[in-house]
């Protein structure tokens, strides 16, 4: 019998978390577009200056995440489930000549590491439902097969 509720429990949570996940996300993603152009622009004029190291651990705010913050999973106003949106602040966190695959050998590639913050907010209206710290978001390589390439965790980046 516990074997059987148990069992329900679990279905009952897989089945509720199967509805949430197909929450309207078109509302965030048009407003968090609007940030997508200053972080670019602030990643091509930190690797293009003269002396980028100034630029390491520069906080510019570029989405705004400091706003009243909710404890629980769904926003308490449209009642959805909240979901991760980068803040796209393009923190430059390190920079420099990175090591072979193996990580024995330095390379002639020069890259660029970037971190930005991020949030659970509501899809529907915006709210900050909680607010994570930095974490990483993107990387330029100069001269090797990396590229430029996206990292980032964050459902909405």
Known sequence: ?????????????????????????????????????????????????????????????NFPLEREIEMYPFCEDCYEISVTVCAGEAILVDEGYHKDLLGIVTTDCYAYYFNSRGADMCPVCGKVIFQYGQHACWEIHKKCSKGDYDVCPMKIS
């Open 1 to 61: 019998m516990k074997k059987a509720i148990g069992l329900l429990l679990i279905c009952m949570v897989i089945f509720a978390n199967g509805i949430f996940a197909y929450a309207d996300t078109s509302d965030l993603q048009e407003y968090r577009d609007m940030y997508t152009a200053e972080e670019q622009r602030r990643i091509n004029m930190i690797t293009q200056s003269e002396n980028s190291e100034d630029w390491i651990g520069v906080v510019e705010e």
